[in-house]
């Protein structure tokens, strides 16, 4: 059990699944609301929450959050995602998520109404999804650990895209690291800024159905300005010629940025 915006909250795993709800073969994972005893006749607590899982091996969390404000009330403490992830994927220890018989999972919790002292999430009724595309021309010159594309804009904030060249951290020398980076600059202060993005490669041969692509769903704040993977694509896919990711030293990066609101902190 743990608190969050003064509310107590359980997190559950079913590591064979929930069979009662249909989670068979999977990982399930619920979130409870509990001790409510305390709370006022008709109340109702609103939420955003991610469920969780680390890939120990990207060093990143896989979540099948879609955004959707959650509503915890007296007839309905407990939401679940029954079929979180399918077990022979967790079992596969070449996935990252069980390593040496170690898991890590986690869920973040954003309350978006709150009397007390918390966090307040404000939505977007129509959030615009923002497109932008950098043409990296000379790209076996960039020789730099990183460089940040032009600026560009979503909602009230200025973003960019930071590449490694090279990679970065567990990406370093065998891949190229991609991020999504919020210049801080444009955030009012206590302010977080939720974010649902995608980055991409283009495949400028235009032979693939699929694009090679990074998606999150993210809360960019002061202590954490960035978000994105070590391990975005290797070196060995970028530089053959057949990919098509990489035509006449040209590479050509995209990020999709859809910002549906702010958390900020109240006092």
Known sequence: MFEVTDYKWKLSVYPTGNKERGGQGHISLSLTLVDTSSLPAGWEVKTIFNLLVFNQVQKKYFTLSDGKVMRFHAMKTEWDIPKFMDLKVFN??????????????????????????????????????????????????????????????????????????????????????????????????DTRVFVKFILRVIDQNHTKTEPFEFKADYHFGPTCLAWGTQKFMSLATLNDPRKGFLVDDTCIIEASVTSPGTVTTTS
Not at 125 to 143: L, P
Not at 156 to 177: A, E, L, M, Q, V
């Open 92 to 189: 596969d220890s070449s996935n990252g998520y069980l390593i040496n018989d170690a898991c890590v999972f986690g869920v973040d919790i954003f309350v978006l109404k709150q009397t007390r002292k918390g966090e307040c999430l404000s939505m977007m009724e129509d959030a615009v999804t923002t497109n932008y595309t950098w043409k990296i021309k000379s790209f076996s010159t960039y020789t730099r650990d990183f460089y940040p594309s032009e600026a560009f804009t979503v909602g009230d904030h200025k973003w960019r895209i930071i590449i490694f060249p090279r990679g970065y951290g567990g990406g370093k020398g065998n891949s190229i690291s991609v991020y999504l980076w919020l210049d801080k600059s444009t955030l009012p202060p």
